[in-house]
């Protein structure tokens, strides 16, 4: 079983929608986890990071993680077309930052 | 932006030759890491470094060996390279801390023939 799975989509949604990226992982024990963002043909950049249980919200961007289902998600509300990129979920699994990354869902936000 | 360069930017190449990618940053972060994206795999680590001269291997670090004699400087270094190895690599730092946040380069694309 993979450490975190993600639907990789392609996802296409009209401007304004409400987006909702998941993601699920296999060991209870991990605490961190953080959403990326990546435009196409540059390197990915952190969106969020949540700790442990709960949501934390940026903006239009909320991140939610349940532990009880080892379920993250990304929502975006009224979304742009300066939305469209792939979003890869990540989870911190090892000292040093070492991080393990979903497979990424591609986006597109219509006009 | 995180102050870190990748190259070369493209490179195409042969089967069985060497090849030699690096990772420069002006950062001065301790933690640098080598990632290969592929479609359907995402992101995967090869090797990663905690220091000078401190490297430890990642998921997928067959075929792949790295150096680190300067802390702004990992090298990745393909001994003989195949075609399974035609990738996108990035390379990434870290200030270390645990909120996740590695700061990416814009990539090094490889074609191999």
């Known amino acids: 079983q993979k450490e975190v799975e993600q639907d990789p989509g392609p996802l296409s949604v009209p401007e304004g929608a409400i987006v909702s990226l998941n993601c699920t992982y296999s060991?209870?024990?991990?605490?961190?986890f953080m959403w990326y963002r990546q435009y196409s043909r540059k390197g990915p950049e952190l969106l969020m990071y949540?700790?442990?249980?709960g949501n934390k919200e940026d903006g239009r961007f909320t991140a939610q993680v349940d532990k009880s289902s080892k379920y993250i998600s990304l929502f975006i509300r009224d979304s742009q077309p300066s939305d469209s990129a792939t979003y890869l979920c990540?989870?911190?699994?090892?000292?040093?930052?070492?991080?393990?990354f979903g497979t990424g869902t591609q986006l597109k936000v219509e006009l | 932006d995180a102050g870190i360069t990748q190259s070369p930017r493209h490179k195409v190449t042969e089967t069985g030759t060497p090849v030699t990618l690096r990772c420069h940053q002006t950062?001065?972060?301790?933690?640098m890491y080598w990632y290969r994206q592929d479609p359907g795999h995402g992101l995967r680590l090869i090797h990663y470094s905690y220091g000078v001269k401190d490297t430890d291997k990642g998921e997928v670090s067959d075929g792949y060996s790295v150096s680190r004699s300067k802390t702004e400087d990992f090298l990745l270094t393909l001994e003989s390279a195949t075609s399974s190895q035609t990738s996108v690599y990035f390379c990434?730092?870290?200030?270390?801390?645990?909120?996740?946040?590695?700061?990416f380069g814009e990539g090094s694309r490889l074609t191999v023939l």
């Open positions: 990434a730092i870290s200030g270390g801390g645990v909120t996740g946040e590695l700061f």
């Open positions: 060991n209870s024990a991990f605490q961190y």
């Open positions: 990540a989870i911190l699994t090892g000292g040093g930052n070492k991080l393990t």
């Open positions: 949540t700790y442990s249980s």
């Open positions: 950062e001065n972060h301790r933690y």
